[in-house]
Structure formats: structure tokens, C-alpha cells
């Protein structure tokens, strides 16, 4: 299946996103921050997998993905798999933030 991995992110966006609508996360609303918050990681292990990927320590499975490659062998997928899991887990802190009302560390 070419597209099991997109549809598992995008299943966890779709999980995620009552979060941001319903109980107001507004993970989305305050992009700069969200952005801030996913850039150390996203660059750290974006590194680490093209890394991995040219020593063969990591691979790709390409009957999973839809065969879009970035420089340094890296699929389309996994890069989105380093803004879209950190997301969710942002929504799901923000959301519990949200409802019970403790604070962040920003207050």
C-alpha cells in the first residue's frame, strides 16, 4: 500500500484536530510559537535520519510510501512525520493545558 504512511499521519491529524476546534488548543492559532516549538527537533532528527539513511543504518520500505524523494534519500513522508507527530503531541498538551488550567511555564 503506496500510501500507508501519509494515511497514518494523516489519521493523526484528523485524531488531533476536535482538539484544536472543540476544546480550543490553539496550537494552530499561534503558528510562531508552534513553529518555534517543532524547528530544534525538526532539524536535529532530520539530520539524524539522512545521517542513518546514508551509513544504511535506516531505510524506507518504498511499497509504503508514495516514492517522493528529498535530497539525501529522505521520502516526503517522514519529513512530514517531523512537523505533523510534534504537532499532535503540542495539540494533546494544549488541550489538557486547556481544560484543566495549569499553567506552562509561559504565565
Known sequence: MRFTYLAVLAGCLLGTLPLELFLQARVYHRWRRWLLALCP???????????????????????QTIGVMLPGGIPVEEVLFFVVI??????AFEAVRRTTGWPAGDE
Not at 86 to 91: D, E, F, G, Q, R
Open 86 to 91: 510534534p504537532t499532535c503531541a503540542l495539540l
Open 41 to 63: 527537533g525538526f532539524i536535529l532528527f532530520l539530520a539524524w535520519d539522512v545521517y542513518a539513511i546514508a551509513r544504511g543504518h535506516w531505510f524506507f520500505d518504498p511499497a
